[in-house]
């Protein structure tokens, strides 16, 4: 009699967890599915961020998706995104295993590295070369560096913009990385980072090709339906290969002859040697490959910064009107005069990130988010909440300022991304985009390019699907805003050691 009530209880008792967890606990909401392959044929092929926004609007802000079996989960609002990825980051620290990107010889990438030992290791590398005092020191290479940019715009056309902009994003990370200084447009550093620019281009965002979703595909050749990345990758393998080879064996070279100058590479050829490195030789590779690798979104940003100018003269304006007010025009700002100057901070949106992934089962608002699931924050989405920013679509600058200087609406925390696997170069990053932004308003007018019959061309305001969501129209006319500028940046860059 005791023995059944105890089963009784036990049953009952099973039950009741089993229940809380299928019955009770659903998965998030999202668009009806297929059968077997779930939302497969419905995922955006283009423009996703906005896509998935417009879903969220019907489905919620916690959205599920499902496709060939695995769960992804698409958070479309700020407080969704903290809730999990930043106060619960212990559970949604790993990244989804990229076969693709394996296959390409994407090794030792601090962005794409799964969650663990080797992961923690080079994180903690990369967190305190990146530290707020190490990055002050970078501020004068940074400065002379806006400088070179602003000259350079100054002596191109409208359809080389990007390309100067690349050179100035390139040549600070190979100074920084590799200690050193990339002089004429046929450097091999910018031959490095342009074939960067087509690895990514070519196979697209990560985890978003048949190979990642079925892994067994890489082994075919790339002719049988469904492999033709895994031929893409194997074509491109050698010029990752390079990428990894080419700037240890430069700083090795240069530490031999005695005459390599400070760098991320040199520090931790130095630790290697005396012991006391986190890395060996081919983890070291990697790390500098992650570094290279993350060029594309500093440069997006200034495009995406000089569009915003072109469409909004009058914020351009206020800004300058500003910096006169501090910098005066007998002078090129300098990072001294960043506090003085609240009208000039502003900040890029990236659309999607990369993926996180879940280690555990979790429950959030009573929906049921199973271990293993994608987790994609859907940061150009947050950036629309009606909720939360007013006219979120129009270019406001002032609007995370306090008031009476701006709107006061909430600062938008999560450009850098999210939890453990938060942008590390973070203040690095800003610094770079401050600089650069401030030098470009202090001493250039950025206005309308003509076409061919004189009319005004008004660039689009959109963005490209492909790795570095880039602008798609940059027509734009960059002159120098009055006649001392190049004067000031000619004496500036001849007078720097930076
Ligand atoms: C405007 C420029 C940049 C933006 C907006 C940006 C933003 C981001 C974002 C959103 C992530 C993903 C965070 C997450 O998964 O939650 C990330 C990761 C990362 N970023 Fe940046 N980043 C920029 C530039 C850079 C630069 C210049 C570097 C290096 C010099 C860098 C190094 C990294 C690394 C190593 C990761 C991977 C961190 C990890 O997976 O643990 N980023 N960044």
Known sequence: MTLSLVLLVAGIGIFYLWSLRIGRRPLPPGPPKDPLIGHLRYMPTAQAPFVFHEWAKIYGDVMHLQVLGKSMIVLDTLQAAVDLLDKKGAIYPDRPPLPLYELLGWTYMLSFMRYGEIF???????????????CAEFEPMQTQE????????????????????????????????????????????????????????????????????????????SWFPGAYYAGVARAWR?????????PLECVQRQREAGNASPSFL??????????????????????????????????????????????????????????????????????????ELP????????????????????????????????????????SLDENTYKNPTKFIPERFLPPPLGNGEPYFSCLFGFGRRKCPAVHF??????????????????????????????????MSDGVDSYPNDLRCVIKPRFKEVKGLLEESILSSKA
């Open 429 to 462: 990053v800003e610094r770079n985009l401050w600089i650069a932004i401030v030098s470009i308003l202090a001493t250039c007018t950025i206005s309308n390019a003509l076409d061919e019959h004189g009319s005004v061309i008004v660039p689009e305001a959109s």
């Open 120 to 134: 923690t290791r080079h994180r903690r590398v990369h967190q305190s070369f990146f530290s707020r005092p190490r």
């Open 238 to 246: 050698p010029v990752v290969r390079r990428l990894y080879n080419y």
């Open 146 to 221: 806006a400088r070179r940019l602003v000259r350079n715009l100054f002596e191109s056309p409208t359809e080389k913009y990007g390309a100067v902009l690349s050179k100035f994003t390139t040549s600070i990370l190979v100074s920084v990385v590799a200690g050193h200084k990339i002089g004429s447009d046929d450097d091999p550093y910018l031959e490095l980072s342009k074939m960067v620019y087509q690895v990514f281009s070519v196979t697209g965002p990560p985890g978003g090709t048949p190979i990642d979703f079925f892994p067994p595909l890489r082994y075919f050749p």
């Open 343 to 382: 009208f000039v901070e502003w900040n890029p949106v990236a659309p999607l990130g990369v993926p996180h992934r879940s280690t555990q089962d979790d429950v959030y608002r009573g929906m049921y988010i199973p271990k293993g699931s994608l987790i994609l924050a859907n940061v150009r989405g947050m």
């Open 266 to 339: 040199l520090s931790q050829l130095e630790e290697i040697d005396s012991g006391s490195s986190e890395l060996n030789y081919e983890e070291l590779k990697g790390a500098a490959a992650t570094l290279f690798g993350a060029e594309l979104p500093t440069r997006s940003a200034v495009a995406v910064f000089l569009l915003a100018m072109v469409l909004n003269p009058e914020c351009q304006i206020r800004a300058q009107k500003e910096i006169d007010s501090v910098v005066g025009i007998s002078r090129l700002p300098t990072f001294q005069d960043r506090a």
